[in-house]
């Protein structure tokens, strides 16, 4: 897991449970495709986002994107590992947007990736995104 501590089996399943909370008030008005997020900063608080449809879809925000935001305005800057919740037999990965801001502001974190159906899987950031745009590419 790179420079971030391991996390224990108990503090991904915080991560888990927050992220099935904040996606029960996702606003999926359109898609019905409603997805949480948990986010751990190195502080141990843990932020929730879920996703925020809009009519005008390119508008719309993810749990993820949520998530870090929340967290960053209120002053962390170290984030130790993120989850993803939505209600599908697939578990789903984040978006590519998500992806660049969570290698932006998290780095190489495990992404705990979940379903309500209890299947689990842990992923690398750098699995999820090999080839990063980040400061070492200006």
């Known amino acids: 897991m790179s420079e971030h501590e391991a996390l224990s089996a108990s503090e991904f399943e915080t991560l888990i449970a927050a992220a099935k ?3 029960e008030n996702a606003h999926a008005a359109y898609s019905n495709f409603r997805v949480g997020a948990g986010l751990r900063a190195t502080s141990g608080r843990i932020f929730g986002g879920c996703n925020v449809e809009n009519a005008t879809y390119g508008l719309t925000i993810c749990a993820e994107r949520v ?34 801001l969570i290698w932006e502001f998290c780095g190489d974190v495990p992404v705990i990736l979940a379903n309500l159906k209890g299947k689990i899987e842990i992923v690398p950031m750098r699995e999820l995104f090999p080839k990063p745009f980040d400061a070492s590419s200006l």
Not at 69 to 79: D, H, T, Y
Not at 93 to 100: T, V
């Open 67 to 100: 998530a870090i935001v929340k967290a960053i305005s209120e002053g962390e800057r170290g984030f130790d590992a993120i989850a993803v919740v939505a209600d599908t037999d697939a578990l789903t990965a984040p978006c590519g947007a998500c992806r660049q």
């Open 21 to 23: 909370s904040a996606r």
